[in-house]
């Protein structure tokens, strides 16, 4: 029955994706992709500088809730020179990183988990309602909660809805939005490191879930890493996905038939990146009928990185709040084995 409702409920929302992506990408930029291939992950996603501005504000309903903002100057560099134009003008709203930072308690716990979000993530009022109310509840953890490029507050004037820009047939800006992403999110870690936390950890959902898969390939590592129905074939999600149709599209008619957009992104490399995160270190959650992510995937990259602990819940992408008790569940008992 779940199998049923996940299934029907991940096809929903892709028809439904497309009264919501009505517009094409406006730049092919597959000439210039070609500037990422076939790089180390230390050359693809360099350390970030540490900001020379980062503040921590809190409103009059902050200081009610247990919660601040965190605020800094991103110290992404881009890879493609004629990005850079566009980096710094049309998308200057993206210079500006942003994380929501909530203490439950009203003080510093001893550990933090980072949460990275998914694709089209409206804002982070959606999590503070739901998600995190839970964890702050359950899990013995701070939450800081990274907005990633071109969404929500770092949303560019002339986008339609949160997201839109970030993953599409504008390849060289779907791939320096990801990298900018990982920069900002290891900022935040390494920001959190020295505000004396003992552990702090990532976690993330979706396309969030494929970028703290990167985290855990990065030094420094974060302590522990959750990613929740991701993996890093991102070719194939490209082509499997039913929300993604507008990608597929787009880069179909600009020349790139399916052989050549998987090759695309095998050369970009990710999918055969490999762990220096221990096994154990890790906690995969991961939806048995899930039309976005392929089962068959996820577990092809599980056995490559030494079978981490992992949850296979009930359902498909979409309908993973129906699963959020057993989620939670096997989250406290893997923060508590330590």
Known sequence: MKSTVGRGADRVAGVLSRLLHVRSARHNTIGDVERYYDLGLEELFPAPRAPADLHVERTLAD??????????????????????????????SNLVARARWIRPDGRRRDRCLVYVHGWLEPGPWAEELTLFRVWGRELPVDIVHVALPFHGPRLPRGSLFSGEWFWTGDLVRSLEGVRQA?????????????????????????????????????????????????????????????????????????????????EVFRRIGLESAQPRLRPERQLWVQAKDDLYIDAGLVEQQWRAWHEPPILWIDGGHMTFPMELARITERMRGFLARG
């Open 63 to 92: 200081r009610a809730r247990g919660t601040s903002s965190v605020v800094w100057t991103s110290t992404h560099e881009v890879l493609c020179p004629r990005y850079r134009r566009r980096h710094e003008t049309e998308y200057r």
């Open 182 to 262: 990982i920069c900002d999110v290891r900022t935040a870690l390494a920001w959190l490191r020295d505000q004396g936390y003992q552990e702090v950890g990532v976690t993330g959902l979706s396309l969030g879930g494929a970028l703290v898969m990167v985290l855990a390939c990065l030094e420094p590592l974060p302590d522990f890493a959750i990613p929740v129905m991701a993996h890093l074939s991102l070719g194939a999600a490209v082509e499997q996905a039913p929300i993604l149709w507008r990608m597929r599209n787009d880069l179909e008619r600009w020349g790139l038939d399916e052989r050549a957009r998987r």
